[in-house]
């Protein structure tokens, strides 16, 4: 458990520290603004493309060995990194970077999911949402503290002893679990390549170019994509290979919700902090320390309660636990936009951060093994991709639709308007939500 989440630690670090060093990287290679960007969205366009079909690379040539090979990777492409000669070389081990974490995660929670039975996966999830939190809380310091004290370079230099250890605690730790499938659709991985290219592409690129007439188009190549990519899964078996998503795994109402509702979480994690990290520092004068501060309970809080929340899982109604954590979190945005638009002080936002920190909590952990629990293991690696995927869309579209609604008005408005957006978000969760069945329970009578 813990060499697993060893690589999922890495990969949200990577996340949440490379924004502190691109100031840096622009100035030390005389790079433009599109240039940088691009080191920051290459990652996400390598890890999001091939997740469905290195999900099903699990199951086809085992968890353990792809997990050590993509952590592997990831670490190769952090080494690179460091030491790019250009810019050019840096955006191109940015990408290889991202398919080592894409190529990883799926692992982790396949893995998880099947050496634990299914009344304990609520709390084995919880203790791994953990770690996503306090990531999310160190990226952002120890991303200020090395990139202050030995440059941009140091921020891929931290990820190599963490990479390092998951190798060697995954050797001994991880047990080699049975392949579950045997062939490579390839016709369908081609497609869910080329359609999650263009979708996540189009959705990057549309706020920057106001949405012009061939960002269009390629969103709906990518949207034609996945309705063939559907068609290829639908029709696997009388082509004689086996579907890279099978599609009765959507025939389980859990994993349906649990699905969509990840999506919504994606859309907040990714897209909270813009808003509220330009209003503390553009409207408020707070230096990035002082706002980096105000925000840290919530990856606080988050912290002490998540493992409380993984173990009501496995006893708890899920529609209740994740209920209740939509509800927190959408009254709690609602709140933090009223702070906004009355120009309160900038340390009032420490009360509604720790209230986002319980409502998460509420929700990442129990909504993942609520999703997963009736899984067959067969499909495990399969679902882990759909899963992962879902989240990331998420991240891109929330980022893309809060970053659009940011720029449409001057000030503190439009940032606290954006908040709307995350919230009705939240309120598609909340909804998926409300259609979670208790398979525990119902096993138990």
Known sequence: MFALSLGFFVSLLDQSMIAVALPGIQHGFEATVGQVMWVSS????????????????????????MFQFGIA????????????????????ARGLQGLGASLQMPQTMAVINRIFARERRGHALGAWGIIGSVASLAGPLLGGFVVGAFGWQAVFWVHVPFVIAAIVLSQHWVPVLA???????????????VA?????????????????????????VGIGGLVAFVWLQSTAGKRGTEALVPLPLFKDRNYSAGSLAIVAMGFMAASMMLPVMMWLQEVKGLGAGMAGMIVAPMAIISLAVSP????????????RLATTGFVVLIGTLIGICVLMRS???????????????????????????????????????????VYNTSRQVGSVIGVSAVSAVV????????MANSLFVIVAALVVGLIASLFFRDT????AR
Request: with cysteine; hydrophobic share 50%; charged share 10%.
């Open 343 to 385: 120009d309160a002080g900038a340390w009032w936002l420490c009360v509604p951060m720790a209230l986002l920190g319980v409502g998460q909590s509420f929700i990442w952990g129990s909504n993942a093994a609520t999703t997963m629990r009736d899984t067959p293991a067969p499909l495990m690696g399969a679902a882990s991709g």
């Open 407 to 414: 720029q449409s008005v001057e000030g503190s408005g439009g």
């Open 196 to 220: 999650l290219a263009a979708l996540v592409y189009g959705i990057q690129e549309g706020p920057g170019t106001g949405w012009a007439g061939w960002v269009w188009g390629l969103m709906a």
């Open 179 to 193: 392949t579950t499938a045997r062939r490579v659709d390839y016709a369908s991985v081609a497609v869910s390549f």
């Open 308 to 319: 409380i929340a993984g173990a009501l899982a496995d006893k708890v109604d899920p529609r």
């Open 440 to 443: 525990l329970a119902a096993a």
């Open 73 to 92: 990777l990831f670490g190769v492409g952090a080494l690179a990194c460091a030491l790019a000669p250009n810019i050019g070389f840096l955006i191109a």
């Open 42 to 65: 290459i990652y996400l366009l390598a890890v999001v493309t091939p997740l469905l079909f290195t999900g099903r690379l699990g199951d086809i040539y085992g968890q353990k060995k």
